[in-house]
């Protein structure tokens, strides 16, 4: 692929002139599902066509791409990202791979060495499920490991952690918090206090450079948008806001905030909105998370003797869907257990009949996680114009018979959660995400995971995937006109390598017309588990170029 020097940028917007017209190439539109060509204008889609029509743009263009047989998609949105965290763990200690115990300590004993100059030793993502001890560092371990200093160790789900003698040191009373264990993993308001103090001690310096680490590599995935989830139990305002500030000020992936606090009143609302968010709404939890053993259920764990944590009831979801609603904002929760779901059903569904259920479905609000859906749930989703804002790499990451989920639920109960077909035939919105740094920033491996499903009748195609990744994150926004490439809509794409282009189905049930190619359906990628996935060689975010390796 070779691309022509672009002209000098004119004065002001760097990008808001330009003309770069694409050419020999596969577009993916729906405008033209033959498409090889591309014309962006003005940091919009201006003309998707044929090779041969091309020519008459070529002339005007600023920038002339020869695609080489390369794809052009519209660029992904990753609808749930915790920013900062995803830096750090970018830039910091990572205890995904770690594949025991003592590797985990080993790597933590090497951090620690490493970085003297370090206030607090922030690690993530660490699973002794998949470890043969199948437990967690013991507080004396860490407290060797770390050399006595202060360390904070969220586990992969990020609902509790390890840490630290020093770090407890530094929160005074946290042993008569909730969730507080003498010598195990702290959950519940506990943990809140620790990863409090442990990102008070993160400098401006470093928290810049772990956002800017975090966009970079969305960028080089092809991210052109990400979905900002913050909030008062997750991060902080000044951290919130300063990602804001960055993503507005360089370029990069768009960055869309949700600020999850709750809001009862009309100046409640106007003070998320003073922050720069765009809903009140993301991480507000109503439950944990499954691998923490905070979920909230209706019946017990398989392997504890409890349903979880509750943290929001119906009656205050409903207040807060009430007051969002009233104040023309997007509302929503964090619920992934079903006790969670069927409350946060039955808070909406009061609002709805306070306010009006088409006034509420206007709001699209949205829930994330709704992994423990049941049918009466999912038909309320749709009936209550709900949002399913799902993670599918949960499912690669931890479901099938033998995973996190079968051991913490059984085998029966684990294979009815992240029901994706389910929704669709519903009529649900979906809108996909990675809840980096619980799973890496992965598109196509997200789109794989949705339609290679652990549970086959979960299973939906590639292109239902594709799109749940594209437009649903916009959609999930209350934009309707972008995540496609066709004339009009905002010039976010991004330029892949990859190999032959196919139309995936998960099964038969998909009709057979739809994967002919005299159907006219654009084609994708090959993503059958094993297959390469495509490489990213350009993301363009409003006709501004965020991330190249075109040349390379």
């Known amino acids: 692929m070779t691309a022509e020097r672009p002209a000098p940028a004119p004065e002001g917007d760097p990008h808001a002139h330009r003309t770069v017209l694409l050419r020999r190439g596969e577009v993916h539109s729906p405008a033209d599902p033959f498409a090889t060509a591309m014309v962006v204008e003005k940091g919009h889609i201006a003309w998707v066509g044929s090779e041969g029509a091309a020519d008459a743009f070529a002339s005007g263009a600023d920038e002339v ?10 660029a992904f949105t990753d609808a749930h990202v915790h920013t900062t965290s995803t830096g750090l763990a970018l830039t910091g200690l990572d205890l995904s791979a770690a594949r025991s115990l003592s590797e985990a300590l080993a790597l933590l004993r090497a951090h620690s060495a490493a970085h003297p100059e370090h206030r607090v030793l922030l690690g993530h993502g660490w699973d002794a499920s998949r470890w043969p001890e199948q437990r967690p560092p ?25 840490v630290t003698s020093a770090l407890l ?104 909105r003073e922050l720069g968010a765009i809903g009140a709404a993301g991480d507000l939890f109503v439950d944990g998370a499954l691998g923490s053993h905070t979920a909230c259920l209706h019946e017990p764990y398989a392997d504890a003797p409890h349903t979880g944590a509750a943290y929001l009831d119906a009656a205050a979801v409903a207040a807060h869907v009430t007051a969002c609603t009233e104040a023309g904002l997007q509302a929503g929760f964090h619920a992934i257990g079903d006790a969670a779901l069927s409350a946060v059903v039955e808070g909406v569904r009061a609002a709805s009949q306070r306010l009006g259920l088409a006034r509420v479905r206007a709001a699209r609000h949205r829930v994330e996680h709704a992994e423990m859906l049941t049918p009466e749930t999912v038909a309320a989703f749709a009936e209550l114009g709900l949002t399913a804002s799902v993670q599918p790499a949960f499912d690669a990451a931890w479901g099938g018979d033998c995973g996190m989920y079968a051991q ?11 029901p994706y077909a389910a929704l669709l035939r519903a009529g649900v919105p979906l809108a996909f995400g990675s809840d980096s740094p619980v799973t890496p920033l992965d598109p196509w491996g997200t789109v794989r995971a949705a339609a290679f499903h652990h549970t086959p009748e979960h299973r939906i195609s590639v292109r239902a995937a594709f799109t749940a990744h594209t437009r649903g994150g916009w959609r999930a926004v209350g934009r309707d006109d972008a995540g496609v490439l066709v004339p009009g809509a905002p010039a976010d794409y991004a330029v892949w390598h990859t190999g032959e282009l196919v139309v995936q189905a998960p099964d038969d049930r998909v009709a057979r017309w739809s994967t002919d190619p005299r159907s006219g359906t654009p084609g994708l990628p090959d993503l059958s588990p094993g297959a390469d996935l495509p490489v990213c060689l350009r993301t363009v975010v409003f006709g501004q170029m965020v991330f190249d390796r075109l040349n390379e």
């Open 138 to 162: 013991s507080r004396l371990e860490l407290d060797q490991a770390a050399g006595g200093r202060p360390a904070y160790l969220p586990r992969v789900d990020v609902h509790s952690a390890v």
């Open 169 to 272: 040191d530094l929160v005074p009373g946290v042993a008569g918090l909730d969730g507080y264990h003498p010598d195990g993993p702290l959950t519940r308001a506990a943990h809140h206090a620790v990863r409090a103090a442990a990102h008070g001690a993160v400098t401006p310096a470093q928290r810049a450079a772990a956002q800017r680490a975090a966009l970079a590599r969305a960028a080089s995935l092809g991210i052109g948008t990400v979905h900002e989830c913050a909030g008062p139990d997750i991060s902080d305002e000044g951290d919130f806001t300063a990602l804001l500030a960055l993503a507005a000020a360089e370029p990069g992936p768009r960055v869309l905030g949700y600020w999850a606090e709750e809001v009862a009143s009309a100046k409640d609302a106007q003070r998320i």
């Open 65 to 74: 791409v020869d695609l080489e047989g390369a794809l052009v998609t519209p």
């Open 408 to 418: 913490r639920l059984g085998v029966e109960r684990a294979r009815t959660l992240n």
